[in-house]
């Protein structure tokens, strides 16, 4: 059976979405970290962002007001992995355009990867790259960190790639307020 990629109104659709949940959101208070329902990390969203639930995912989605159509946004997932950090993001940093090539994606570009450390401490991990995803250009700034029992977290932070660069500092700077807290 051949695959077919997702038609322009399911993306449509997930556009409308995160921009309707984005416009209905309750605020929060400046300076007001988001602490994770398990209270094993924090970190301050960028101010004037807003935090919100979105279906599917664990924990909230932070999002700016919409530039271009596409709302910047970050989001966090969880993998359970016993390699080491280090180890985790080398066969991330790997795969990554490996799986663009098979996907047929053609704007697939490595930015560059980095060691990244937060203001308490915690060391990670920054790779960035841009990606076509539904026939928009967007750079990806991810975080990786190392979370309690094998986690990784891994936090990314997207926005459409014309003015990308702009964000850098933005995310830099939320990601450096990240705080993993003890089991």
């Known amino acids: 059976m051949k695959s077919c990629p997702p ?10 979405l995160l921009l309707t949940t984005f416009n209905n959101c309750a605020g929060r208070g400046p300076n007001e970290r988001y602490v994770a329902p398990n209270d094993e990390f924090s970190y301050l969203p960028p101010p004037d962002w807003q935090l919100f639930d979105y279906p599917g ?37 790997r795969a990554t355009p490996q799986i663009a090539a098979q996907e047929g994606n053609k704007n697939f570009s490595f930015l560059n990867q980095s060691k990244f450390v937060t203001q308490s401490g915690p060391g990670g991990h920054k790779l960035a790259f841009l990606r076509d995803e539904g026939g928009r250009l967007l750079r990806h700034s991810i975080y990786f960190f190392e979370g309690n029992n094998s986690k990784k977290l891994i936090i990314t932070c997207t926005v459409p790639a014309d003015g990308g660069e702009a964000y850098d500092q933005v995310f830099d700077g939320s990601m450096k307020t990240f705080k993993l807290n003890s089991p």
């Open 7 to 16: 038609p322009k109104s399911l993306t449509l659709l997930a556009t409308l």
């Open 57 to 93: 995912l664990k924990y909230k989605v932070a999002a700016s007001r919409p530039v271009g159509g596409f709302a910047p946004n970050i989001n966090v997932t969880e993998v359970v992995d016993p390699a080491s950090l280090d180890e985790f993001v080398e066969r991330e940093a």
